[in-house]
């Protein structure tokens, strides 16, 4: 998941160069959505991993 904020933020970074601002925008909030939700996930993999481990 955290290669797939790196490709959408490299798309809004070349997009935002060439002057496509609104593909810029979508892609940076797609990466940013992404983001998020790859930090919460390892987040509670780390929690349910240290519930396990005697």
């Keep these: ?9 490299v ?4 997009a935002a160069v ?3 601002g ?3 925008a979508g892609a940076a909030g797609i990466a940013k959505v992404l983001f998020f ?5 390892f987040l509670i993999s ?3 991993g ?3 481990t005697p």
């Design 11 to 14: 798309v809004a970074l070349i």
């Design 46 to 48: 780390l929690i349910a």
């Design 37 to 41: 939700i790859f930090i919460v996930l």
């Design 1 to 9: 998941m955290l290669r797939w904020t790196v490709i959408f933020l």
């Design 18 to 20: 060439f002057g496509f």
């Design 22 to 24: 609104g593909i810029a």
């Design 50 to 52: 240290r519930t396990r």
